[in-house]
């Protein structure tokens, strides 16, 4: 059994990872830290984990718990100052925040605002987005877990650019559901304001740009002109994307196809459909993607995930589960709720 | 023209009220306030009003402003503080606040939570409900405009209250759109807790308790033990009401028709219908109201209004339309969205 | 390992079904039936069930097909006419539908406007609400499963009645999402329509009313004045009642507290608690209760849950571990979502 | 006095024309026709007009009705069968249908899938987006109202195409309320499948890209390649587009926003702002538009407005109000809700 603690554990991240975690079979939950909640029953807290998870909220994780593993659901900055000690203690690490995901301290700075204090575990990081980085992953100490936009964009456009399918430059318009901005209150998330709207946010200026850019050019061999733009949808759960690009000249339907397939033929956690559809995917570890030949030889990439398993926590398990040699899909072979 | 001023008008209620008087024929909106936006272009804070309102936001009334009416969009205990003033410069006062709704001092305190500093004001306001309280408010200097809460519960219970067809024991389900809470954030309104649910809030001990049970005492004649559950709904605007009573022995269906059709037969803001429905009054100043008979002997009133117009700003208008001798709808004439 | 087939498998209560089934370790589907769908892949139709089942609706259930078990998710006077042949050949039955819910014949016919035809059937049935007639439950041959308004708000007042500390006239006010009106088109679930309204629907004239009174004057052991409002909510899963009843003379609060944890305190799906809420049910077999005691001797019982597992598919499963000898939770132990 | 006349009065497009209509000083409804409602109240089927609308629903216009001026909120297909009857007799017409849009009768008959029947309507109807083609409006006796993709998409491009500022390859990625989908009950607006997600639908054969295509080349002057996406929004009323194209050499955000203010300084119903949101604009006939320059040299054009009134019925009255020489904000010139 591994054991296994998640650092902050009360947010909307930290509790769906202890949501599958407690169902795991390989993995076993030891400890969940939160400091707003220190000292509470995690199953006060979050109530449908009654009967699931007998801890309490620590306030930090013991110094000498006897932890295989380590989910760090805490905000970027938190997650590097404490991960080198965790490192040191042969500890391995799945960091939900973003802290590891851009490999360049330089890029960190400028999109985080402040100078990367774990320089060689951003060195040491792989990035966690298994059906594209399978390899890497196995072999890793510290996963750097990716956000949830660059998953769901990344996942259906990579298949065109693996495959040269489409010119360097990608559009891709992003709908996310509110849980994907976390437990703390902002004029975003109000419900009065956002409740009977879309909301676009952080237009040219997300965090996620720079990490989908990266992610879509190590798949292209060669840098991806990206343009994101983030909108607030009016559900809970749930994000999808459409995204665009100009298919090179001759490409066929069948080519295109032909690539999603290859791609994610065997994945247990890509499903290629023809319309990419959010409720299938809530509650599961799936994403969705499919594509449309629109006119204008552009292709229309979509995919669909829920924000908070194959968007953030699923995706930390699959990861966690590929690092000590389990099956992915381990503790995460549940459907999506469909409706 | 009526000159007219705003106190608090960045928040729902006071840009409502904006909303509405911008196109006011006899009243003229001469001032808006609000402390945070002070300075501020109305029409930059609030962006629907371009074109309608060109003011700037001070941070208080002007002491010598003249102004015939003033609309108190404040919290509950800043409007006491500035209506005694206001009152002796012979200003005439609509408070949008709870402060002066409930006319007994002690009652006050016990549900605000501390002593009222305008006794006289307190004693002198009337009660803006002008379904139920029309004469009085034509008289008024100082008008406790109610809560949307007691204005949707008492609108379909007075009818029945009136005409003794019911026992004096009512239970009122109350659902609201979440602009009804205002401005300001909470975990209550905070999309991802609210917007996939429904949640009671304040169950047995909510503030509006007291005032509808004033309101439907006074129309019965006698005390009516009233019990009252208020919940959040995933929409922004509007409200609707259900509320339960015991017939009384050999009341007919078309007694209490005759009841309903009675009270608002010749009412420009209140619609007797088979089934309210929100959509139709969403924008417009309009309760709609109607009944079934159940099993049991049990009546099943409905009512259903925008919160933010016949629950809040409409009706401070048509209170103030009272006051100042206009016809009642002046302003008020436009109908709901339907859809 | 019980061989089960469902009829009716393409509307949102037979997906539900084979959404939890294709996980239960101890029932293997072997058949599910749509006459619409009939020949296509189970997982074209239902994408997110996609390598969970692998079968094809069929039009029927073979004649002489090897079924321990059958779901019926089939409407109401479907299920009476397929289930005594089932009956005959030894199957164990859950029906879903509301054919055998009401044990008498002339009520039936009343609310469902149709003379039963299965008249042995309905006296053998057995009303699957586990939590309350588990012993019987173990036992039957068929099972009633439970509307979704009955076991939400049956098992909110169940602790009140079964105490003798309510007088025997309720009030439920529900709420509903509208995935409890099933997949057919019709203008109550029209989005524009529903999507930014709380809707009520067939007041004081529900099929469930009878139902929820049967379930009620038996665990009180007398009649139940019984009222009940549906309202359908502008979310797709979960369900709320707020149920309000007069406490007898003297009960206190701790009264009131023993009862509900006296009735529940084993029960793996009835979790009690301050503040019911749907995001910590949906996607689990959990109903949360708890209640309130407000002003005028009243107690305000609260319920929530999925509508769609403890309202529908999950609560069928349950009941068939129950008949089978299996542990009541066999296949249903996995949390709600939460968020 | 203008005599107007509504044909297909009951739909959402009819009622919205009923609702702006009845308050206009200067155009009086006299006939509203739905053969559905044949013989009803207005007011009965459409509650929101209590008080607004004294008409009966005709099943057709009366052969010798006295009007000046009709708006045929007609399926397509139907509006062409009867304006050329409508123009003989010398009325004006306003069309809200896609029957007069593209001017060219292949490129209907390739969209629509039926031939044109009314090449001569064809060939004179003026396409009335008042903001781009005002002076031929206002010579107009037949109008083709626009689309409401159509109508906010063109209006936050045209600045950059009009001034030359990008290359002719625009994407357009559009989400809309389900008001705009109609009355008429389909699998897309059932609240279960739609309720809690984002849908796109009809990617790449949308009838409204080739009238996009036509607006904007007409405006570049040039062919403008047009990618359109349409998304289904689980709210009623509103619609966003978010639009995409690059910025030709040397362009600065200066000649950007000077492109916008330019075009839209004097207007009425653009307004040009930082952030486009719908709720200022629900209720009103107003479009907001505005841009951030994105990284890769990239425009994101956002436009946001109400689609049943800045997108259809308001955009109708617009132009009704040119055609007959008023004031173009006659009857308009209201704000949006704000929230």
Chains 1, 2, 3, 4 share one sequence.
Not at 35 to 60: A, I, T, Y
Not at 120 to 134: C, I, K, M, N, S
Not at 211 to 219: D, F, G, H, P, Q
Not at 238 to 250: E, H, I, R, V
């Amino acid at each position: 059994m591994i054991k296994a603690a998640i650092v902050g554990g009360s947010g909307y991240t930290g509790s769906e990872l202890a949501r599958i975690l407690c169902r795991h079979p390989d993995i076993s939950l030891e400890a969940i830290t939160s400091r707003q909640n220190c000292g509470m029953k995690v199953c006060n807290v979050l109530p449908s984990l009654n009967g699931f998870v007998d801890l309490c909220f620590d306030s930090n994780l013991k110094e000498n718990g006897d932890y295989d593993l380590v989910f760090c659901a805490t905000p970027h900055g938190a997650s590097m100052e404490i991960i080198p000690s965790l490192m040191e203690r042969g500890i391995k690490v799945v960091d939900l925040s973003g802290d590891y995901r851009l490999g360049d301290p330089q890029l960190y700075e400028k999109w985080y605002g402040r100078a990367h204090v774990d320089l060689r575990g951003l060195h040491d990081a792989v990035y966690g987005l298994p059906e594209l980085f399978r390899e890497e992953i196995r072999k890793a100490s510290l996963i750097a877990n990716p956000g949830c936009y660059p998953t769901c964009s990344s996942l259906s456009l990579a298949p065109l650019l693996s495959a040269g399918l489409i010119d360097n430059y990608v559009i891709i318009d992003a709908k996310s559901g509110t849980s994907g901005a976390g437990q703390e209150l902002s004029k975003l998330t109000h419900h009065p304001a956002c409740g009977s709207s879309i909301t676009p946010y952080k237009v040219g200026n997300h965090r996620h740009i720079p990490e989908i850019k990266m992610v879509l050019s190590r798949v292209y061999g060669n840098e991806v002109k990206t343009v994101f733009t983030p909108h607030l949808l009016p559900i809970v759960r749930g994000m999808f994307t459409t995204s665009y690009a100009q298919l090179k000249d001759n490409v066929t339907e069948d080519d295109v196809k032909s690539a999603y397939d290859k791609m994610y033929g065997g994945s247990k956690f890509v499903r290629v459909t023809n319309m990419p559809s959010i409720p299938s995917t809530v509650g599961s570890n799936v994403c969705e993607t499919g594509f449309v030949i629109a006119p204008e030889n552009t292709v229309v990439a979509m995919g669909a995930l829920d924000n908070l398993v194959k968007g953030a926590a699923g995706q930390a398990i699959q990861n966690a589960n590929l690092m000590f040699g389990l099956n992915e899909s381990t503790g995460l072979d549940f459907p999506g709720l469909g409706v």
